[in-house]
């Protein structure tokens, strides 16, 4: 025989007000089991929780139940309470008589039978109820950051600062992602390199950061707290320790192939660093494009290299690492073009992306920064950038906004102005959004300091015309065609999530969104959270932005890991799945249908007639487990529990709830 | 409460089993705001619409349940991602097989119901104690006991 005791709330006048609360408290002192039964005018108070406290110990209650508002309110004030006499807080359940009943209904009759039917309810759930026990998981003090543009430096050098080591995997050879590409940055155009490459050293030189560049992840398992990744070290060629970045093993190589970094307006060598600046300092060999790897013949390099760091038989190095939190930081992409074929890109050289315009602006680009046509390298007098080509685009791109787009076409005008005075920016838009700080004031000196001329409307086409493209397109202000000799056209293209987004997700047990944008776990109240535990979330991987809102986002994914850092030990809820193993029959339906993971396969050994049997069972994670339930309906002999909502003490509940 | 089976003072039970996170709190929110249903309504509280099993459901009729809802966050919201896409399927083979029992479907029903829909909340419960008043009395499954 359980010793259940019931508290009814009155919630001021709340809830006596509707429900006649010396009626229920009758009735409830009559339920099965209940050996005690009390009201107070306000049970979450002081003095309603020490009428809780003091009954359970001199009645020696062994359940609690609570008739107040809902549990999504005081559920934890009275588990506390339950605590504090010494019961475990799992056997204290909630009747919600306010939000559920009092506040809904107007007759007292209907309220006050209903409001017994619910501790009725209650008092059946919590005979059932067992003791729960939070269980305690280390915490692995270690942060992976996967990414290194502006976002995932950002993230991995806030984690180090606050004391905890990080390892930073990047793919391609040198961190500093997007953002060293660009020359000059909206709204202050101060310098990209400038602000950029101090960070980047930063990174390098700081006693808590490891850093894998030409790197990459490949397999994450384990969970919050206690993830296990395999990173997989490709080769360099080129040995780490050795190399001082001298650069003669690229001026000696014969092979040139289209340089990623310059958006292939230029050749590199098949031995390269990316950029001047990048870090580590150190080349690696494209063995795609190496003649010694794809015919074996030349060695070059190794004979130029005076420091013998050239080493062609490397090989790649897979480590195996774990870690506490993960930051996701892996940026995004430009759309591809080939569906806009109107605007000529690719068939006429002058016709060119945002981020190859970045490239030719740019003092270490191609063309030292004179910014010259790539046809005849001769200075552009008139140029027209087309915003939104495949943002806003349902049909042939994207149907959100890019964001950025804006901000960089004014400030790829304004460039324009500084280089060549006499030049002349046209730019074509549907809207102009400029709602940062100081954006709207960037914006309004491209037009008013810098004359840039903004025609709301779109291009038709653009057709090569000598040695000249003539744009035609519509002026929807006036509501004249307009045709324009330009010198150049440079197109907006949409920002879109890497290619590679959903694979990589999958890898980490994260979702993203219909666009393969990772999604955050809440999208007002945790921005910077996967829905997976322990992984967040950092920059342009999670949707257009600019460095600003990566850099802020960075440092709120860093916040959040680092919080997860700090403790020793992760308290986890209790109410997750148990297997009953002797009535698993190892079908394993229940694998299929967790959104976590969390259920696997084991194999036990059990004694049948003096006989050793194998047999394939279910075995819960806990830690991975989240507590949904989804198992327990799948599971067809019924072996599979949710603790906290058991089968029994869901049909007890529906049995009483009916009576 | 013994049901009164004569039909004009008939007044239906009806359970509604809402997941913790969406339909639960929109029931919440339906009391805040002050809206009212029907006290023919009970609620019982799982964590997911996931967590909800076909025997649950057939155990509310057998026990004199006119009708029953389930309640979940909308497809795509689910709390634990993919949860209610499993309850979808399932119900919508049990409500097949209910029909197959020869059980009004009307009387099983599933709604999403988000935590900001209170007045949805409220409507639904409405509507479907209506719906329910209108069929009568649950004979075909109740025990008979
Ligand atoms: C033309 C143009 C002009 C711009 N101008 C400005 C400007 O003036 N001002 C401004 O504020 N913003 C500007 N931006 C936006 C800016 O580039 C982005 O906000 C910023 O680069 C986002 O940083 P990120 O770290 O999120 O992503 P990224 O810079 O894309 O960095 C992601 C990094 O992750 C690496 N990576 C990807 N996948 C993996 C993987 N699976 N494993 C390991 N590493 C991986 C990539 O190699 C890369 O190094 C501009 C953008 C464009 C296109
Ligand atoms: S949590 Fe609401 S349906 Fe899954």
Request: proline share 4%; glycine share 8%.
């Amino acid at each position: 025989m359980r010793r259940i005791g019931v508290f009814i709330c009155w919630c001021g006048t709340n809830i006596a007000n509707t429900v006649n609360i010396e009626g229920v408290t009758e009735a409830a002192g009559k339920m099965p089991s209940v050996i005690y039964a009390d009201n107070y005018k306000y049970m979450c108070s002081e003095i309603g929780q020490s009428m809780i406290k003091e009954a359970i110990i001199k009645e020696k209650l062994d359940r609690v139940v609570v008739a107040a508002c809902s549990p999504r309110m005081h559920e934890l004030t009275f588990f506390k309470t339950a605590a504090a006499a010494g019961l475990n807080p799992y056997l204290v359940e909630i009747a919600n008589i306010r939000e559920h009943c009092s506040w809904v209904h107007k007759d007292k009759q209907e309220a006050t039978g209903k409001a017994i039917a619910l501790i009725r309810t209650a008092v059946a759930k919590a005979a059932r109820n067992k003791e729960l026990w939070a269980t305690q998981i280390p915490v692995e003090c270690r942060a992976l950051v996967i990414g290194g543009g502006i976002g995932g430096i950002q993230a991995a050098l806030d984690i180090a600062d606050a004391g905890f080591e990080v390892d930073l995997v990047e793919r391609t050879p040198s961190i500093g992602g997007r953002m060293a590409q660009l020359d000059k940055t909206f709204p202050t155009l101060d310098c990209s390199a400038c602000i950029l490459t101090p960070k980047m050293v930063e990174v390098a030189s700081h006693h808590n950061i490891t850093l894998y560049t030409f790197s990459e992840v490949e397999k994450v398992d384990g969970f919050v707290g206690n993830f296990e990744a395999t990173i997989r070290k490709k080769a360099r060629s080129i040995d780490l320790e050795k190399c001082t970045g001298c650069g003669i093993c690229w001026e000696k190589c014969p092979s040139r192939v289209k340089s990623e970094f310059d958006e292939a307006l230029v050749m590199r060598k098949a031995v390269y660093v990316p950029f001047p600046q990048a870090v580590p300092n150190v080349p690696v060999i494209d063995r795609a494009s190496c003649r010694r790897f794809t015919r074996e013949k030349c060695g070059i390099c190794r004979k130029a290299c005076p420091a013998g760091a050239v080493n062609y038989d490397q090989e790649d190095e897979v480590l195996q690492k774990k870690y506490g939190a993960i930051v996701v930081a892996t940026g995004f992409d430009i759309l591809d073009l080939d569906d806009f074929g109107e605007f000529s890109y690719g068939k006429h050289p002058d016709v060119l992306t945002s981020l190859e315009f970045e490239r030719l602006v740019n003092s270490s680009g191609p063309t030292g920064g004179r910014l010259l046509r790539p046809s005849d390298q001769s200075p552009p007098k008139n140029v027209v950038f087309i915003q939104c080509v495949g943002s806003r685009d349902k049909s042939r791109g994207k149907p959100y906004c890019s964001k950025i787009c804006c901000m960089y076409s004014a400030k790829h005008a304004i460039l324009l102005r500084e280089k060549y005075p006499e030049a002349q920016a046209y730019v074509f838009y549907i809207d102009i959004r400029t709602a940062g700080k100081d954006f709207e004031e960037f914006h309004r000196r491209a037009v008013e300091e810098y004359g840039a001329l903004y025609l709301k409307g779109s291009v038709g086409k653009v057709f090569p015309d000598g040695d000249k493209l003539l744009v035609k397109g519509v002026d929807s202000l006036s509501g004249h065609a307009v045709e324009i000799e330009a010198d150049m056209v440079v197109l907006a293209a949409a920002i879109k999530a890497k290619s590679d987004a959903p694979q990589l997700a999958r890898l980490l047990g994260i979702s993203t969104d219909t666009h393969s944008f990772f999604t955050e776990a809440h999208p007002k109240l945790r921005p910077v959270e996967a829905h997976t535990a322990g992984i967040f979330l950092a920059g342009a991987c999670q949707g257009p932005k600019d460095i600003p809102e990566t850099v802020s986002q960075a440092s709120g994914a860093a916040a959040k890991a680092i919080i997860l850092l700090s403790k020793d030990n992760l308290l986890s809820n209790p109410c997750v799945s148990e297997v009953n193993e002797s009535l698993c029959t190892g079908c394993l339906s229940c694998i299929k249908v967790c959104p976590y993971g969390a259920v696997a396969e084991k194999t036990i050994e059990e004694k049948i007639h003096g006989k050793a049997l194998k047999r394939r069972v279910a075995e819960v994670n806990e830690a991975l487990c989240q507590g949904c339930g989804s198992c327990t309906v799948s599971c067809r002999p019924g072996a599979v529990n949710l603790k906290g909502f058991t089968n029994e003490q869901i049909m007890a509940e529906v049995d009483a709830i009916c009576l | 409460m013994p049901v009164n089976l004569k039909l004009q003072s008939f007044e239906p039970l009806i359970i509604a089993f809402c997941c913790n996170w969406c339909s639960y709190a929109g029931g919440d929110l339906a009391g805040t705001s002050r809206m009212t249903y029907p006290a023919n309504v009970r609620v019982i509280r799982v964590p997911c619409s996931s967590r909800v099993s076909s025997n649950f459901i057939l155990r509310a009729f057998q026990r004199g349940a006119d009708g029953v809802v389930v309640a979940g966050c909308h497809p795509g919201d689910c709390h634990y991602t993919s949860g209610n896409y499993f309850a979808r399927r399932r119900f919508l083979l049990l409500q097949r097989f209910l029909e197959f029992l020869g059980m009004e479907p009307e009387r099983f029903q599933v709604h999403w119901i988000s935590a900001s829909e209170g007045n949805r909340f409220a409507a639904v419960m409405t509507e479907t104690t209506d719906k329910i008043r209108a069929l009568g009395p649950n004979r075909k499954l109740r025990d008979t006991r």
